[in-house]
């Protein structure tokens, strides 16, 4: 009895170290030119079908390529539209494994877990590695079946067991029930249907509890989806409630078959797999494919409709529309000095945004309202960080050294930029979230006073960027190191009577302060060296 367990347990752990294997390594692997790849993928409805279909399979989840999908949607590398049949035909890929189980691939396994160990073991090329470790994670995911197998078989000559399942072998609700609460645990549907296949098999479940399992494994599957997908919002809260919705309909229509041909003797799916096999293992097998390659063939006649009713469900949010690129394209690439103009307008997008932080803290506002300065800081690092990735991959290709000049001086820029919306975004923050007396307030509405007329000049300097406007940025953003240490003494040390909150609160502000200048100072000095080299090749 022992041994039967152990051989259980340790090939449910092989499984799900296969599992996990699989997923973390593809996460990996799913760098901006696999994502751009994926997104030039989705123009086609077939390529997108197929490309989900291999994602299920290789992922092993329909949670993690709903979850790799929904990052590239909200980046704005792909549309919801265009994701719809990626989602729905990861399902179908993950269903494959359940046929590939129940074969007789065992010394198959065997040789792809040595070779794929061997692999692992001596490859030292980073750009292999997660590849490799996906084959070794399906080498382990495969030989835990195995396991599995080997150890359910004697459990049908367990005199308890054989009585306990006696008493509820006519119960298909708690069979579904099973399955569903099983998978939620596990969080893997596929893992614990090949459980249930291969206790069939062993004699432990009847066929018709079997199939009612695999019912509830994917309502099951449904309820982890929602559960790891409870915070997100907008389009990326679309795809989770697509794949809630597939298996919620699909578990619906293929009960009511169930039920249909149990009670109406009506030869449906059980019927059917029957005639393409009598192995029993096989025909549990087929019942999964069939659901889930099924439903996927039916969905994809509806796909505009099913975007609409996603749309009203869950509606972009404001954070997602300011993360989309508006200029950026793969295609692009294949121009530097187009890509590069491409790059200065994203650039300069993030840098009219900075003066709208400080709106919410302003006594002087101009009536417009802006959106919450938390909503664009995390909108506006989203569109940084692809900002970065597009630049990065442009130094991949063969330029000149007067445009790999221009392509540095154009990073450097990004980074500047970068660090200046995120101390703009600190120093809003501190003011927004301190309360402090009456005194400092003085100070604080000065500092925000100046720093918003200096980052006006700052986006007329990008608009337009002639050496006057530039150099009137740099003139006021001249080093004033000296007044500002004498406005800090005034306000720190007078007879104020500050409280110690107080001082330290203006103490970082007004260092804050100092160092957006002193960047927005290079930005400027850089934007200048830009501009000159421009005026060069002109000439």
């Given at each position: 009895?022992?041994?039967?367990l152990g051989?259980?347990?340790?090939?449910?752990?092989?499984?799900?170290?296969?599992?996990?294997?699989?997923?973390?390594?593809a996460?990996?692997?799913?760098?901006?030119?696999?994502?751009m790849l994926?997104a030039?993928w989705?123009?086609?409805?077939?390529?997108?079908?197929?490309?989900?279909a291999?994602?299920g399979?290789?992922?092993?989840?329909?949670?993690?390529?709903?979850?790799i999908?929904?990052?590239l949607t909200?980046?704005?590398?792909?549309?919801?539209?265009k994701?719809l049949?990626?989602?729905?035909?990861?399902?179908?890929?993950?269903?494959?494994?359940?046929?590939?189980?129940v074969l007789?691939?065992k010394?198959?396994?065997?040789?792809?877990?040595g070779?794929?160990?061997?692999?692992?073991?001596?490859?030292?090329s980073?750009?292999?590695?997660?590849?490799?470790?996906?084959?070794?994670g399906?080498?382990?995911?495969f030989?835990?079946?195995?396991?599995?197998?080997?150890?359910?078989?004697?459990l049908?000559?367990?005199?308890?067991l054989q009585s306990?399942?006696?008493?509820?072998?006519?119960?298909?609700?708690?069979?579904?029930i099973?399955?569903l609460?099983?998978t939620f645990?596990s969080q893997?549907?596929?893992?614990?249907v090949?459980?249930?296949?291969?206790?069939t098999?062993?004699?432990?479940?009847s066929?018709?509890?079997?199939?009612m399992?695999?019912?509830?494994?994917?309502?099951?599957?449904?309820?982890?989806?929602?559960?790891?997908?409870s915070?997100?919002?907008?389009?990326s809260r679309?795809?989770?409630?697509?794949?809630?919705?597939?298996?919620?309909?699909?578990?619906?229509?293929?009960v009511?078959l169930?039920?249909?041909?149990?009670l109406?003797?009506?030869p449906?799916?059980?019927?059917?797999v029957?005639?393409?096999?009598?192995e029993?293992?096989?025909?549990?097998a087929?019942?999964?494919?069939?659901f889930?390659?099924g439903i996927?063939?039916?969905?994809?006649?509806?796909?505009?409709?099913?975007h609409?009713?996603?749309?009203?469900?869950?509606?972009?949010?404001?954070?997602?529309?300011?993360?989309?690129l508006?200029?950026?394209?793969?295609?692009?690439l294949n121009?530097?000095?187009?890509?590069?103009?491409?790059?200065?307008?994203?650039?300069?997008?993030?840098?009219?945004?900075?003066?709208?932080?400080l709106?919410?803290?302003?006594?002087e506002?101009?009536?417009?309202?802006?959106?919450?300065?938390?909503?664009?800081?995390n909108?506006?690092?989203?569109?940084?960080?692809?900002i970065?990735s597009?630049s990065?991959?442009?130094?991949?290709?063969?330029?000149?050294?007067?445009t790999?000049e221009?392509?540095l001086?154009l990073?450097?820029?990004h980074?500047?930029?970068?660090?200046?919306?995120?101390?703009?975004?600190?120093?809003?923050?501190?003011?927004?979230?301190?309360d402090?007396s009456?005194?400092?307030?003085?100070?604080?509405?000065?500092?925000?006073?100046g720093?918003?007329?200096?980052l006006l000049?700052?986006?007329?300097a990008?608009?337009s960027?002639?050496e006057?406007n530039?150099?009137l940025?740099?003139?006021?953003?001249e080093?004033?190191?000296?007044?500002?240490?004498?406005?800090?003494?005034?306000?720190?040390?007078?007879?104020?009577?500050?409280?110690?909150?107080?001082k330290?609160?203006?103490?970082?502000?007004?260092?804050?302060?100092e160092?957006?200048v002193?960047?927005?100072?290079?930005w400027a000095?850089?934007?200048?060296?830009?501009?000159?080299?421009?005026?060069?090749?002109?000439?």
């Open positions: 009895m022992w041994e039967v051989l259980i347990v340790a090939g449910l752990g092989l499984f799900f170290v296969g599992v996990k294997m699989i997923s973390e390594n996460k990996q692997m799913a760098s901006r030119r696999l994502r994926v030039r989705t123009q086609s409805q077939l390529l997108a079908s197929l490309g989900g291999l994602s399979f290789v992922t092993q989840s329909t949670s993690a390529a709903t979850f999908v929904a990052g909200s980046s704005g590398l792909m549309t919801v539209r994701a049949p990626i989602i729905i035909w990861a399902n179908a890929g993950c269903s494959i494994l359940v046929l590939l189980a007789d691939i010394y198959a396994v065997m040789l792809l877990l070779v794929a160990g061997i692999s692992f073991a001596f490859s030292k980073v750009k292999y590695r997660y590849a490799v470790g996906i084959l070794l399906i080498g382990l995911l030989y835990g079946l195995q396991m599995i197998r080997s150890g359910a078989s004697p049908a000559e367990v005199s308890w306990f399942l006696y008493r509820i072998k006519g119960s298909y609700v708690l069979a579904f099973v399955g609460l099983l645990v893997t549907a596929i893992g614990i090949i459980v249930a296949i291969t206790m098999e062993a004699g432990l479940f066929v018709d509890q079997t199939i399992l695999i019912y509830g494994a994917h309502v099951g599957s449904s309820l982890t989806t929602w559960f790891l997908g915070g997100l919002k907008g389009t679309q795809l989770v409630v697509l794949q809630v919705l597939f298996n919620i309909v699909g578990v619906i229509l293929f009511s169930f039920y249909l041909e149990v109406g003797h009506v449906l799916v059980k019927k059917l029957s005639m393409i096999t009598l029993l293992e096989q025909q549990m087929y019942v999964v494919l069939i889930n390659f996927p063939l039916v969905l994809s006649f509806f796909l505009d409709p099913l609409r009713l996603l749309v009203k469900i869950s509606p972009p949010t404001q954070e997602e529309d300011l993360s989309k508006q200029f950026l394209h793969d295609q692009a121009d530097p000095e187009t890509a590069m103009d491409l790059i200065e307008k994203e650039q300069l997008r993030l840098v009219k945004r900075l003066p709208g932080y709106e919410s803290i302003r006594v506002k101009t009536g417009e309202e802006s959106p919450p300065y938390e909503t664009v800081h909108a506006s690092t989203v569109v940084a960080t692809e970065q597009f990065i991959d442009l130094v991949d290709k063969n330029l000149s050294h007067r790999s221009r392509l001086n990073q450097n820029r980074s500047l930029i970068v660090s200046i919306e995120d101390n703009v975004y600190q120093l809003v923050r501190t003011i927004d979230q301190t402090c009456a005194r400092p307030q003085e100070l604080i509405h000065n500092v925000v006073e720093l918003h007329t200096i000049t700052t986006v007329d990008m608009e960027p002639e006057y530039i150099d940025l740099i003139s006021i953003t080093d004033r190191g000296d007044l500002m240490e004498r406005i800090r003494k005034m306000y720190l040390t007078s007879e104020r009577g500050l409280e110690v909150a107080d330290s609160t203006l103490l970082y502000l007004t260092n804050l302060y160092r957006i002193w960047l927005i100072r290079r000095t850089l934007l200048k060296s830009a501009h000159r080299l421009n005026q060069k090749d002109k000439q």
